[in-house]
């Protein structure tokens, strides 16, 4: 008996040796494969992509994104010289390292709607991205920007956004063009630690909706270095967006560099800490620009905005507070406003306006305007037959330095 039991203890043993055996082959393997994916370069031309700019090359960026993703290691996806055509692509993360998307040639969006969802490009939920080159997102709009109908009703169809990040932190996107975006040409939503440098934005000053650079809801933005020309503002600042500084920023044509609007839709949060300078406006329809909506839903507040060292040139509203904001007559003018606007300065603006009123300062009757300071500013009507003008309603503060045409605070 015991030597039967003795033979069951050795198979026993034996089976949990050879299974443990087993176990750590297994795991060997795994420990292997992740040490042989590391990162690298990821060429989406070697993916199956054609720079024809006719064939579609969705699906080779698409997975060279799975890859560089996936890496354990720093990768980079590589877009070499030549145009390549694709829809769609959602780059979701996180990722098991870092990447980069090195920009080399151009990425044309399809003109086929269909092919959209939402945006264009858009990359959720990745951390230490960066997005390099010299080369062009083209978004291809001119196609389909006759099918916008925002101007006539809220609730229209969004056309897609060319580039968006969506909870992304510590991202850097530079040295590229976005060109021609079917809607805006860069959306930073929820995100924390994105800077955008050297970047070109173009679209002739005519298409509809074609924002340069929108951020809401976000954090410790900058924008430095950067060239933008197109249809809507240069640079709007959403509801939620704090810590944010623009500097040697040059913008036109478009309607400027803007925070707003605010109030639009309820459970819109504050925006402060705004930084704007080293910057020039070239025969833009606004210069510097806070605007509300006179019906706002939300109870929120503007605060801590700064602008130093503007250049403007031939600008139409060079300083303007517009509390009453309310494109093309869809909103209602009943007064209630919600927003309050506070400590806002205007530091050493200079250079020429293209209409009388140089300064529009049109706040709440209700919550008047507070804290505003001008200094220095020096912006005059360059027309004939007209004096250089400032309107200020129900704002509250002080002007020094400041042409005597202008100082009506």
């Known amino acids: 008996m015991a ?49 024809n700019g006719k064939t579609d090359s969705t699906k080779a960026v698409t997975e060279a994104w ?91 169809k969004i056309l897609p956004n060319t580039l968006v990040l969506d909870f992304c932190d510590n991202a850097k996107v530079s040295g590229i063009t976005l060109l021609n975006a079917k809607f805006f040409h860069m959306n930073i939503f929820m995100c924390k630690g994105v800077t955008v440098e050297d970047v070109t934005v173009s679209a002739p000053g005519d298409s509809p909706n074609t924002d340069g650079i929108h951020m809401g809801d976000s954090s410790d933005v900058t924008i430095k270095g950067t060239t933008i020309g197109v249809g809507d ?22 309607h400027g560099i803007s925070i707003g609007s605010l109030g639009r839709y309820k459970d819109e949060k504050d925006v402060t800490d705004i930084n704007v300078k080293d910057c020039t406006l070239k025969k833009t329809t606004n210069g510097v620009r806070i605007k509300s909506y006179e019906d706002a839903a939300s109870v929120l507040t503007a605060s801590k905005i700064h602008y130093e060292n503007i250049q403007m040139d031939d600008v139409a509203n060079p300083i303007i507070i517009d509390m009453k904001y309310c494109p093309n007559k869809i909103c209602t003018s009943n007064g209630g406003s919600k927003v309050t606007v506070k400590d806002v300065t205007f530091k050493n603006i200079t250079g020429s306006s293209s209409t009388p009123e140089a300064i529009s300062l049109l706040c709440s009757d209700k919550i008047p305007c507070t804290g505003v300071t001008m200094a220095d500013v020096k912006v005059e009507y360059k027309g004939t037959n007209n004096k250089t003008m400032a309107v200020c309603t129900n704002a509250k503060g002080t002007a020094t330095g400041t042409l005597k045409e202008l100082a009506c605070l």
């Open 233 to 254: 503002d240069c640079i709007s600042i959403g509801p939620g967006t704090t810590k944010v500084n623009i500097t040697d920023v040059t913008c036109g044509p478009g």
């Open 3 to 51: 030597s039967r039991n003795d033979s069951i203890i050795r198979a026993l043993v034996l089976l949990t040796v050879v299974g443990a055996a087993f176990a750590g082959k297994a795991a060997k393997k795994e420990e292997d494969k992740e040490a042989a994916d590391p990162g690298g370069t990821f060429d989406i031309t070697k993916l199956g992509a054609s720079g």
């Open 66 to 156: 799975a890859s560089a993703c996936g890496a354990t290691g720093s990768s980079t996806i590589l877009i070499p010289k030549g145009d390549y055509l694709v829809g769609a692509l959602n780059f979701n993360g996180p990722c098991k390292g870092s990447v980069t998307i090195q920009l080399d040639g151009n990425l044309l969006a399809s003109t086929d709607l269909s092919q959209f969802k939402s945006n264009w490009i858009e990359i959720m939920r990745v951390e230490n991205l960066v997005i390099s080159g010299k080369g062009t997102l083209d978004g291809q709009g001119a196609a389909v920007w006759g099918k916008n109908s925002c101007a006539k009703k809220y609730d229209c």
